[in-house]
């Protein structure tokens, strides 16, 4: 009967009340609610507050990033979907649906731990564990409106389908949910973003895998970058960054590395660099070089060899390991946990980078590129160049103005943001956009990218045909699952 019960629930929404990853001796209640009558019991419920989730394979494919490779023995039916935009009803792993269930699961989880502390008594003591809350709702609603609901837009947010926000745990069957507004849920991101920093602590024995104050900022960051507002992203990512360049991502250090010391190292919670990380449900690790989508040689030669794209004339430090059907960069590693080891069953699980200094970096950069004051833009350009490029040398390797524009010169649409910009402005964001690629390639932010500016995408197949994604094609929103769908959602139109 429990199993049943999980599995309606997961039909309506993927909201669901079981609390895997906490201890036995969390018990349910009759009606599916779990007992949760201590701080400790809370904090072990906010652990599993964090999608479950791999984003990672559907967005990178849905990029530009990536190529046909031609390699039609490697094909995986979700894989072509993604390349083709087109819409996959399988809830396996690293597919949109495993995606959206995992997020309402963590949203679940994060709402029962918020009534419990109600239940308990705020009396202030349990403050640090209602702000990593707030947070991860507030997370966990930010991917899945940026997945499936159009970019943030104050002509259009208030019509707009965003997706429910969720407020309070499932404790109903067929509760009736319907889709916020873009404008609603951003609203409601926003409450819980700023009410759970002002409360969020630091004292965790991992702090890395946990919300705390410097994740919260590079979450607020990057929230303000996707709603334009320039300087509070200025504000939230300065406050990060206000340490020396130490933190940056040094890839001189990671050329010394293995290939499989490097995997180790990427998104490991020793790495200065990464701000906060999570282990996930996945099998990304082991297709993300192996995927007939990816990083196929044209690509490569656009984005790494020969250091393509280089202000300097000189090689990048990225190391491109394979050949032309495995390109890749080695920044996951799969951990197998067995959960039956007579039986030989287990949980495949990656590790994977959610916020690290080099994009807060790369986003004050951008928003002073908005603000038009490119001599601080050029500073942090500067600030991350000197650790991706090799032989750098600080006397001569200096970005310019000109370097820039010469580099990256107007190219009429193709950026469409709602908002305007100027001649400079492109080519300085062109650049930020373009670092952002290499730095950020197989981890999915690129998508993001390519939605919130409106850059086209074409996606050529072996067999010569391509498909183009224009700046305003409505596929850029994934459809929602067919059982939210069954269940009352409103689809996005096609």
Not at 349 to 365: K, Q, Y
Request: net charge negative.
């Amino acid at each position: 009967m429990k199993n049943i019960f999980i599995k309606k629930i997961i039909l309506l929404l993927g909201v669901v009340m079981l609390f895997t990853g906490c201890s036995d001796y969390l018990s349910e209640l009759p009606d599916g609610r779990t007992l949760v009558d201590s701080p400790e019991k809370i904090s072990e419920l906010i652990t599993g507050a964090y999608p479950n989730g791999n984003f990672m394979l559907m967005a990178e494919i849905m990029s530009d990033n990536v190529n046909d490779k031609g390699v039609k023995e490697r094909t995986v039916d979700i894989e072509e979907v993604f390349y083709s935009w087109g819409v996959t009803t399988l809830d396996i792993r690293d597919t949109p649906t495993q995606y959206w269930n995992s997020c309402y699961k963590a949203i679940s989880q994060a709402n029962q731990a918020l009534v419990s502390i109600e239940e308990l008594g705020d009396d202030g003591t349990l403050s640090a564990q209602k702000g990593e809350a707030l947070l991860a709702r507030a997370y966990a609603h930010f991917m899945l409106v940026n997945f499936w609901g159009k970019s943030y837009n104050p002509e259009t947010a208030n019509t707009d389908l965003g997706i429910p926000y969720v407020l309070e745990p499932e404790t109903v069957l067929l509760k009736d949910y319907k889709r916020n507004t873009v404008a609603d849920v951003y609203a409601l991101i926003e409450k819980d973003l700023t009410e759970g920093l002002s409360l969020v602590g630091n004292s965790y024995n991992k702090p890395k895998f946990h919300f705390t104050k410097d994740a919260g900022n590079a979450f607020a960051a990057r929230f303000y970058m996707y709603k334009e507002d320039w300087d509070k992203v200025i504000s939230y990512s300065s406050k990060v960054l206000s340490v020396s360049s130490a933190k940056i991502r040094d890839l001189e250090e990671y050329n010394a590395l293995s290939y499989t010391e490097y995997r180790q190292r990427y998104a490991s919670a020793n790495e200065s660099a990464n701000i906060l990380v999570a282990s996930v449900s996945s099998l990304y690790a082991r297709r993300f070089a192996r995927t007939r989508y990816g990083l196929e040689v044209s690509k490569a030669n656009e984005l790494f060899f020969g250091g393509a794209g280089n202000p300097f004339g000189k090689q990048w430090l990225y190391g491109v390991y394979g050949n032309d059907e495995v390109y890749n960069i080695p920044k996951f590693l799969e951990y197998f946990r067995v959960t039956n080891a007579s039986a030989g069953i287990g949980q495949p699980n990656t590790g994977i980078v959610l916020f690290s200094v080099d994009e807060l970096l790369l986003n004050r950069a951008e928003a002073y590129t908005m603000k038009k004051e490119y001599t601080n833009a050029l500073a942090d350009l500067n600030l991350f160049l000197s650790k991706k490029t090799r032989g750098y040398d600080a006397s001569t390797d200096q970005l310019t103005d000109a370097m820039v524009i010469a580099q990256y010169p107007f190219v009429d649409g193709e950026f469409n943001p709602y908002y305007t910009i100027d001649n400079t402005q492109f080519s300085y964001l062109k650049a930020v956009t373009e670092y952002k690629r290499r730095e950020f390639y197989h981890e999915g932010l690129r998508w993001f990218d390519v939605k919130r500016l409106g850059i086209e995408v074409i996606h050529n197949f072996s067999d010569g045909s391509q498909k183009i994604l224009a700046k305003d094609d409505n596929k850029r929103q994934l459809q929602i699952p067919n059982s939210a769908i069954d269940f009352g959602l409103t689809a996005n139109p096609r």
